[in-house]
């Protein structure tokens, strides 16, 4: 009995050993701060055991159907083709599993069945992930969602302020109504991808901000899917419904916005919206006419950071649980032709992907080379 006892005892011990797998929450610092910033003081840092390179990496991504999407999948297959970090990946593997929730959990459990050290991934919902993380923990896999993070602390994620974002863009065309003597009117809210915490979290601060405002203003939300030609639809739609807007707040898909004003006569009134580069292009070029915005950039880039911290995670350095990617942000009147858009690249091309702090420079050519078909 004494022996079955021992045995039981130590099964049991195995198995807790197997639990706390994973990465452990350790003091900070972290490394290299200036690239890897934690998002607030209160964020907790965690700790891998230290591995040997070279490892093997995936890209788990969810919906494929817009620019963003595409150019950020172009942009983790340039980046892990980079000479700063391409003779520490062995393998490199990008799959897109659509909006179904299930189909990417099991992409993922996968990629750690198959033993990948680590997995970077946006997440197609903020919750429904602690199977996996469970399982990643088991297998000590590093998983970092990023942009679309996760409503958890118990994996590392990688993310620009979202909330903020969503304020800054309704401050700026507050901003610029009371500028212009406007009290009150219709304001468009142009959402993106449903169910995600992007479009969520944005959408919180624009509205709270809005409803903050002494103006008298009324809401209608649309739906863009971060698209431009499904903006540029459910714009050119909400104009022929409801006349005319004071202010378009849109959180992506702004270069079909753009066009949907100009065909439907709408006037210029203030926008807000992501960083594309035709959107760029039509702020600097009809500034002189009335039209005034704000172009705040949730960078594409943002995977190759992830992929940055997944290495570094690897090998075994301190990394914050929530690593902050400040916000780049242009108005109308501090755009600069080859400096933060492009008169000669396409329009659906975003145009945030350099991040100095982290030696992280994509160019546009060798991002654009690439496609966006899955990498098996």
């Avoid at 690239?35 to 591995?51: G, I, L, V, Y």
């Avoid at 919906?63 to 700063?84: C, L, Y």
């Avoid at 990946?89 to 033993?115: C, H, M, R, W, Y």
Wanted: some cysteine; overall charge negative; aromatic content about 8%.
């Amino acid at each position: 009995m004494m022996r079955a006892f021992a045995a039981m005892t130590a099964c049991a011990v195995l198995l807790a050993g197997t639990a706390l797998a994973g990465p452990e929450i350790v003091e900070g610092p972290g490394v290299d701060p200036a690239c890897f910033a934690p998002w607030s003081d209160e964020t907790s840092f965690m700790q891998w055991e230290a591995r040997e390179g070279p490892f093997r990496i995936a890209v788990v991504n969810g919906f494929v159907g817009n620019t963003w999407r595409i150019q950020m999948i172009k942009t983790a297959k340039a980046f892990a083709e980079d000479p700063s970090i391409a003779d520490q990946i062995s393998e490199f593997k990008v799959v897109s599993t659509g909006t179904d929730a299930p189909a990417q959990l099991g992409a993922i459990e996968d990629f750690i069945n198959q033993g990948y050290d680590a997995i970077i991934t946006i997440a197609v919902s903020p919750d429904g992930f602690d199977r996996v993380i469970r399982l990643a923990d088991r297998n000590d896999v590093v998983l970092v969602p990023f942009d679309n993070v996760l409503d958890t602390d118990k994996v590392m994620q990688i993310n620009e302020d979202q909330l903020a974002m969503g304020r800054m863009y309704s401050e700026f065309v507050l901003g610029e109504l009371d500028a212009n003597g406007v009290t009150g009117g219709k304001i468009l809210e142009v959402r993106g991808l449903p169910g995600n915490s992007v479009d969520r979290d944005r959408s919180i601060g624009i509205n709270e901000v809005i409803d903050a405002h002494d103006g008298d203003w009324e809401m209608v939300s649309v739906v863009g899917m971060w698209d431009d030609g499904s903006t540029q639809k459910v714009v050119a739609d909400a104009i022929a419904v409801h006349g005319e807007f004071a202010a378009i707040v849109a959180q992506g898909g702004t270069n079909g916005m753009i066009q949907a004003i100009q065909d439907s006569g709408h006037p210029w009134v203030p926008v807000s919206g992501e960083a594309e580069n035709g959107f760029r292009k039509a702020l600097s070029e009809y500034s002189d006419d009335g039209l005034a915005g704000i172009s705040i950039g949730q960078s594409p880039g943002l995977v190759a950071i992830a992929m940055k911290a997944a290495v570094s995670a690897l090998e075994g350095n301190v990394m914050p649980q929530l690593i902050s990617v400040p916000l780049p942000v242009a108005t109308h009147d501090e755009l600069e032709d080859g400096k933060n858009f492009w008169s000669d690249l396409p329009d659906n091309f975003f145009t945030v992907n350099e991040f100095p702090p982290c030696g992280v420079n994509i160019s546009g050519p060798d991002i654009m080379a690439q496609d966006e078909t899955d990498l098996n």
